[in-house]
C-alpha cells in the first residue's frame, strides 16, 4: 500500500498506517524530518521543485529523478506500507504514487489506475513532467500521460487529504 500525504502530515500518517519507508520530493531549502521509525536507507529524498516546463532558478523533474524513483519502489518488499509526499501532497507526491502503482503493476491498465487516484484525492493533480518521463522510462507510449490528462486538474486545495493507494487491484 502506498500512503500519499503533504510534509505536514508526515508524523500522523506514519504514526497510523506503519509505513516503513518513505519518498520526499521537496524543493531544494524545504526541511524534512525523517520519522524514527524510519531508517535511512529506507528513506529516499528528490529535490525538485513542482514544475512541468524548465524555469530559472528552478530544479525541474527529470528523468535522474524519475529513475532514482522506480530504483526505490522496486527494492521495496512491500511488507508495510510506503509513504510518498511532497510539500502539499497533491502534485509530486500524487505523480510519483501513480508512477509507483504502475511500475509494481504493469499490467494495470493506465486510465483505471487514474480513475483510481482520482477518486481517492479529490485534489490530486499530478505533476506532468514526472508523468511524462516515467511514462517514457516505462515504455508506456503515452498511456499514462493520457490518462492522467484525462482526470484533470484535481479540486482546488492549499493541501491534499491523506489516502492511501493500492498496487493490484
Not at 76 to 82: E, F, I, K, L
Amino acid at each position: 500500500m502506498i500512503h500519499v500525504c503533504s510534509l505536514a502530515k508526515i508524523e500522523e500518517t506514519v504514526a497510523r498506517t506503519g509505513a516503513d519507508r518513505m519518498l520526499s520530493l521537496l524543493a531544494a531549502g524545504t526541511e524534512v524530518v525523517r520519522p524514527a521509525s524510519i531508517s535511512r536507507e529506507n528513506h529516499l529524498h528528490l529535490v525538485m521543485h513542482d514544475i512541468a516546463v524548465a524555469q530559472d532558478g528552478m530544479t525541474m523533474p527529470g528523468e535522474d529523478h524519475v529513475r532514482n524513483l522506480l530504483d526505490f519502489a522496486r527494492r521495496w518488499d512491500r511488507a508495510r506500507p510506503m509513504l510518498v509526499h511532497c510539500y502539499a501532497g497533491i502534485s509530486r507526491s500524487t505523480a510519483s504514487a501513480y508512477i509507483i502503482a504502475a511500475a509494481l503493476a504493469p499490467k494495470r491498465d493506465e486510465a483505471e489506475l487514474a480513475r483510481t487516484l482520482r477518486a481517492l484525492s479529490p485534489s490530486a493533480t499530478p505533476n506532468p513532467r514526472l508523468i511524462a518521463v516515467a511514462d517514457a522510462l516505462l515504455e508506456r507510449n503515452g498511456r499514462m500521460v493520457e490518462a492522467i490528462e484525462s482526470i484533470g486538474r484535481g479540486a482546488d486545495a492549499f493541501e491534499g487529504t491523506p489516502f492511501a493507494l493500492r498496487i493490484d487491484v
